[in-house]
């Protein structure tokens, strides 16, 4: 299993800015959880690796 990381495992607040979109991040690889920072575009992961 790859070593995700998870945000928390609580609700919590995010800093956000208005007029920006964010993407939730569904690998668990991203450095500024819970958004995605594209780590994900250097692994061969596909839709179906989600979650496990
Ligand atoms: S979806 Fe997590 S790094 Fe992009």
């Known amino acids: 299993m790859r070593g995700l ?5 609580t609700p919590y607040e995010a800093e956000l800015e208005g007029g920006r979109k964010y993407a939730w991040c569904c ?14 575009s250097a692994t061969d992961l596909e839709d179906d690796d989600i979650y496990r």
Do not use: E, R, T, V
Request: hydrophobic share 30%; aromatic share 10%; net charge neutral.
């Open 27 to 40: 690998y668990g690889l991203s450095a500024m959880q819970p958004f995605c920072d594209d780590s994900h």
């Open 5 to 9: 990381k998870i945000a928390n495992k």
